[in-house]
């Protein structure tokens, strides 16, 4: 929905298809990201949700000294912690593959114009003290939604009007 509303807004809108999607790893989706985005630059704005938060702020801080994008909307996204998750193998080895990866976000933020990060008030994977470093070491804006979960599809959140909005206050 996302993309169809931006696109009727004339916004160029890119929806990457990421490798091994069931299987996280940032060093394979990296790589997929760095090749769709040729020359970032004030016009290119970034929307990611849960992990896909992760792969943006990764590919930000691989960019040169100089290189601003005009902004990004992390949904759901986490640097720290993350709660309620089953205790198999798997998934205790891609979330710590995440979490004890060290990323820089000062020269991330360095790479961004504007950000926003939203959050739900009920999510039971990504708890709201997430949004501490979302604000204070990237200067996001923050967005607390009401009742969303994880914002997926599988729980019925379709539409997120908050990122559509965000992205066109940015763009202006």
Same mark, same amino acid.
């Not at 630059?41 to 990611?48: E, L």
């Not at 990004?72 to 993350?82: P, S, T, W």
């Not at 607390?144 to 206050?169: D, R, V």
């Given at each position: 929905?996302?993309?169809?509303?931006?696109?009727?807004?004339?916004?160029?809108?890119?929806?990457?298809? %990421?490798?091994?999607?069931?299987?996280?790893?940032?060093?394979?989706?990296?790589?997929?990201?760095? $090749?769709?985005?040729?020359?970032?630059?004030?016009?290119?704005?970034?929307?990611? #949700?849960?992990?896909?938060?992760?792969?943006?702020?990764?590919?930000?801080?691989? =960019?040169?000294?100089?290189?601003?994008?005009?902004?990004?909307?992390?949904?759901?996204?986490?640097?720290?912690?993350?709660?309620?998750? +089953?205790?198999?193998? $798997?998934?205790? +080895? %891609?979330?710590? #593959?995440?979490?004890?990866?060290?990323?820089? @976000?000062?020269?991330? $933020?360095? #790479?961004?114009?504007?950000?926003?990060?939203?959050?739900?008030?009920?999510?039971?994977?990504?708890?709201?003290?997430?949004?501490?470093?979302?604000?204070?070491? =990237?200067?996001?804006?923050?967005?607390?939604?009401?009742?969303?979960? #994880?914002?997926?599809?599988?729980?019925?959140?379709?539409? @997120?009007?908050?990122?559509?909005?965000? %992205? %066109?206050?940015?763009?202006?």
């Amino acid at each position: 929905m996302l993309k169809r509303e931006l696109e009727y807004r004339n916004f160029e809108v890119f929806v990457p298809q %990421i490798p091994e999607a069931d299987k996280p790893r940032i060093y394979n989706w990296l790589p997929a990201l760095s $090749k769709l985005v040729i020359n970032p630059n004030q016009n290119t704005y970034f929307v990611g #949700h849960s992990m896909g938060c992760e792969l943006i702020t990764r590919y930000l801080e691989t =960019l040169d000294s100089g290189v601003v994008i005009g902004g990004a909307v992390f949904v759901a996204g986490f640097f720290k912690c993350l709660t309620v998750l +089953d205790d198999n193998r $798997k998934t205790k +080895d %891609i979330t710590n #593959h995440c979490l004890q990866s060290p990323i820089d @976000l000062f020269k991330v $933020k360095s #790479h961004l114009k504007k950000s926003t990060a939203i959050f739900s008030d009920n999510d039971p994977f990504v708890p709201l003290e997430n949004q501490n470093d979302f604000k204070s070491k =990237l200067g996001s804006e923050i967005i607390i939604e009401e009742g969303k979960g #994880h914002f997926s599809g599988s729980t019925g959140i379709l539409e @997120l009007p908050a990122a559509l909005q965000t %992205i %066109i206050e940015m763009s202006k």
